[in-house]
């Protein structure tokens, strides 16, 4: 593979030559350092633009042409990466060289048109497609407790600091929502166009200054690229004296423990590294310290895991289990935590730990969208690129496990407690 970027007028290109897949996969990032009033008016945005736009205004106009193009596809995201909000539009269609000639140009240019030729008439979006996406929207927003794994997270993150970017919601805020107009999301829209960084990452077998001129051809952006100096990553500065206790109930016949872990002063490969070593061996596989100690020794839940994010510099473990046995789980928990921080990791964990890791990046080469966000992470993050990771994974070592998790503390303890299951437990 052969990496190039090119720093356009208005817009950073970074093209990925490799001649591995028969797809090209293409995608367009808007990012800015995330305020919360933000969030609910970028995901209309975000929903809004694939699905219309002045040539192709109805789904069904982007489904025939995107047939016409071998099947192209196109998707959106919109996310939070720590400090910034990342507005993402993909693609992903046949290369021309199994196509016929000029699909390549053609598919760009549809992909463009989606993002950068808005359904707009007279200063605002076409009012059918607008209230259909936010109707869409606040569907996604009302449902989020229909998942109560999910819900206990966002909760959890909302109480360990609810000033922060990490309790932000990614779908946004109903109230927010009612306040959005068509005419306020064109404006929002410009700002985004006129003060967002733009980068977009191309993937496939093609040759670099081909796709540079044809972005060239497309985009026309009178504007300079902001310089945001923030880091995505978001520090921890302040150790909180106590454990944070929160309990809710819900009619949900399993309760949902989740338990936020702050890691304090990581270095670089700390970050990178250590940080998923150390989440493995606690909660990352069947033979880990929470499996074994609550699942196969005890019984106690019917699931549980621990996640890593450099992002937040934080773990966050979850696990379903019976209301009443919330105590004896915290306890069994906190215990997992203090045998790695006392010493309780073998070589044998690191083994599995990095056999695991390699692995995840070698299958990395098989998926177009991995390798695009392995470049992209390189971008934002600064994290190394697959090779590297291979390489640096084999430096790990009981000891640095041990290291990192003494940094570690207990935040935030919240539990969804299911309200079926405690009126099982009185009746008993």
């Known amino acids: 593979m052969q990496y190039k970027k090119y720093e356009q007028k208005g ?67 919109c996310y939070k990466s720590g400090n910034y909000s990342i507005i993402s539009i993909s693609c992903n269609f046949l290369n021309e060289n199994y196509t016929e000639k000029g699909m390549l140009e053609e598919s760009i240019q549809f992909f463009l048109d989606l993002i950068l030729n808005p359904n707009v008439e007279d200063g605002s979006f076409a009012q059918k497609p607008f209230e259909y996406t936010k109707e869409s929207l606040k569907n996604d927003i009302e449902s989020i407790k229909d998942d109560p794994r999910g819900y206990s997270i966002i909760r959890l993150r909302e109480e360990m600091d609810p000033n922060s970017p990490i309790s932000y919601r990614s779908f946004g805020y109903v109230e927010d929502l009612e306040q959005i107009t068509s005419e306020s999301l064109y404006m929002y829209y410009k700002d985004v166009l006129q003060n967002d960084v733009i980068d ?47 309990e809710e109930i819900e009619e949900i016949n399993q309760s949902k423990l989740s338990i936020g872990v702050r890691v304090y002063d990581m270095d670089e490969y700390e970050k990178k590294y250590t940080l998923n070593a150390l989440s493995f061996v606690l909660g990352g596989s069947s033979d880990s310290k929470l499996f074994k ?41 906190k215990e997992a935590i203090e045998d790695i921080q006392n010493g309780g990791v073998k070589q044998e964990d ?49 000891e640095k496990i041990i290291n990192l998790a003494k940094k570690i503390k207990i935040d935030t303890i919240y539990l969804l407690r299911g309200g079926n299951t405690d009126e099982q437990s009185s009746a008993n």
Do not use: W
């Open 11 to 77: 817009y950073n290109l970074h093209v990925i030559e490799t001649d591995r897949f028969k797809n090209i996969e293409i995608r367009f990032n808007f990012k800015r350092p995330i305020k919360k009033k933000e969030i609910t008016i970028r995901n209309v945005l975000n929903d809004i633009l694939i699905n219309t736009n002045k040539k192709y205004p109805t789904i069904r106009d982007i489904e025939v042409r995107a047939e016409e193009l071998y099947s192209f596809g196109a998707s959106s995201s």
């Open 293 to 333: 100690k609550l699942r196969e020794e005890n019984s106690l839940c019917y699931y549980v895991s621990s996640s890593p994010s450099m992002l937040y510099s934080d773990m966050i473990i979850v696990s379903g289990i019976d209301g009443d046995k919330y105590e004896t789980a915290v306890q069994l928990i």
């Open 350 to 398: 690191v083994d599995q730990e990095i056999s695991v890791y390699t692995n995840s990046c070698i299958e990395m080469y098989d998926s177009p969208s991995s390798i695009l966000s392995n470049y992209l992470s390189h971008e934002y993050l600064g994290n190394d690129f697959i090779e590297e990771k291979i390489e640096r994974i084999k430096e790990m070592t009981p």
């Open 200 to 246: 977009i990452f191309v993937l496939g077998d093609v040759r670099s200054n081909d796709i540079k001129d044809m972005f060239e051809k497309y985009i026309q952006l009178d504007r300079k690229q902001p310089q945001f100096k923030m880091n995505h990553c978001i520090s921890v500065e302040q150790v909180r004296d106590s454990i944070k206790e929160v």
